[in-house]
């Protein structure tokens, strides 16, 4: 995948910085993104990017973009399974 998504990551800072568990069902309730749309965001599973999602996570997060979604250059990623 050509965009990694660092959705866990930041929330197991967010997690870590307010000494509590963070479950999807509070990112839920604080950002009105639906309970699956938050599954896919944290075991990137991602298929398309919607700006108001991005809106939100950057807003619950206090994170820009780039903090949220990095490019992965083809030199740098794995092979997927089957493509070895």
Known sequence: ???ECKFSVLLASRSAKERKRIPLTEVQAA???T?????KW???KVKSYDAQVLDK???????ETGDLLTYIPNTEREPEAGNA
């Open 1 to 3: 995948m050509a965009i």
């Open 31 to 33: 950002t009105g993104i």
């Open 35 to 39: 309970w699956q749309t938050l599954q």
């Open 42 to 44: 944290s075991i990137n």
């Open 57 to 63: 996570l950057c807003e619950f997060f206090a994170c």
